[in-house]
């Protein structure tokens, strides 16, 4: 492991995972079957789960790793291997941006999902977000051989994709304080969100 995935690991990523996890369990509502789409290893999932025991999470991903927190299936990326209305809520962590249609993955998560889809991702708003998002996608993502097209989206795409979608923007937060700092003032500001979207 390079020096910067060394410190990416311990400074930036537990960090980030324990702060995260506390705005996500607020969008998950009761009881909820949920579905994490792009799960990775399972960590925050599983983490969601010691926060909320009312919950019951599952995995699925184009990567499945050797060694996972929770139950992961492995899928192509667009269509997703579940039944109609299978679970309660959809989670994408840190996953549309790295596909190069995400409407059409929202779309399979709607189908798929009873109640709400949660999403963490970023905007490209604000002075270099774009060239800032694309280094923290080389540090956080190259090494695990993720996909990286930069298809990074401007706050109003994303609303324009759910108002295309018919999802209720249910809740939707900014500036998050994901990282310690002084790594926030250059990585956080408000490049990333977190939303519920409402199924009508």
């Known amino acids: ?18 702060v995260l996890g506390n705005h996500l369990v607020e969008l998950i509502p009761k009881a909820a079957r949920v579905l994490d789409v792009g799960c990775g290893d399972g960590l925050l999932a599983h983490l969601l789960m010691e926060k909320r025991p009312d919950i019951r999470v599952k995995g699925v ?32 962590v840190d996953v549309l941006h790295h596909t190069e249609d995400p409407v059409f993955l929202l779309r399979e998560a709607m189908r ?22 694309r280094l923290m996608d080389l540090i956080g993502n190259a090494r695990h051989g993720v ?4 298809n990074y989206w401007h ?23 994901l990282y ?3 790594a926030n003032w250059i990585f956080g500001r408000s490049l990333h969100f977190v939303a519920r979207l409402d199924l009508t």
């Open 1 to 18: 492991m390079t020096l910067i995935g060394r410190i990416h690991g311990g400074y930036v990523h537990n960090r980030r995972v324990r």
């Open 61 to 92: 991903d184009v990567l499945v790793r050797c060694h996972t927190h929770i139950p992961v299936d492995q899928f192509d990326g667009k269509v997703i291997p579940y039944a109609d209305a299978s679970f309660d809520v959809s989670m994408f």
């Open 112 to 133: 798929v999902t009873r109640a709400a889809i949660v999403i963490k991702d970023h905007t490209r708003n604000g002075l270099l977000a774009g060239p800032t998002l």
């Open 147 to 150: 996909a990286i097209p930069y």
């Open 155 to 177: 706050r109003q795409q994303w609303f324009e994709a759910f108002s295309t979608l018919d999802l209720t923007v249910g809740a939707w937060k900014q500036d998050l304080g």
């Open 180 to 182: 310690p700092l002084p």
